[in-house]
């Protein structure tokens, strides 16, 4: 099933609850000064107040086009009028569009369902290199120094997670958050099968696996 993930700066993407729809399942989440804390599956659509708790929306914008993680999402900058100069600045800063706020569940579904084909189409493209390590979205396949690598979905959503990450030690609570199931009973302890699996088809696939335990903390993916 194809997900669509939708980041909103306002405290609404922390209200809405995940839901399916012809086939796709749309996930919501707040999105901070720091970036995503969870992992951007599917298409990408994110929703930017022109006023943020520490700082503008417009820094915000020139943010996540300068993140490599949401270089290929939708922004929409969410505005307080219809003023022509603020538009403009919108625009210039990155978004790609704009709609006067405050918004609902309502209004940003209806903005998503009307202009999803072609950000579908950018998502199914991306590849991301880190290294030897290759990670294809559209084939959902990893390969290490050409090599293909043999992951479980799980394991292939937790190597992306980490190497969208690079060099940033992530607790276990944050990798079961990130990868979406911070809703599901999960042990702690589980994530240490999870890298134990992702570290093994690395290995099989002949690889020095970059994923480093910091004991009492949790992983990182060293890039160097």
Known sequence: METVT???????????DAFEHEGTRFVFARLGADGPDRLAEGAVWVFVDWVLPTMAGLEMCRRLRADPRMQDAHVTMVLESGDAEDCRRALQAGADDYLIGPLDRRSVLDRVLALRSPLEQRHLAKVLDLGPLTIDMGSLQARWAGKPVSLRPNEFRLLRFLAENPDRVLTRQALIAGLGKDGDPIDERTVDVWVGRLRRALEAAGAEPPLRTVRSVGYVYDSV
């Open 6 to 16: 939708i980041f909103l700066t306002a405290e609404l993407g922390e209200t809405l």
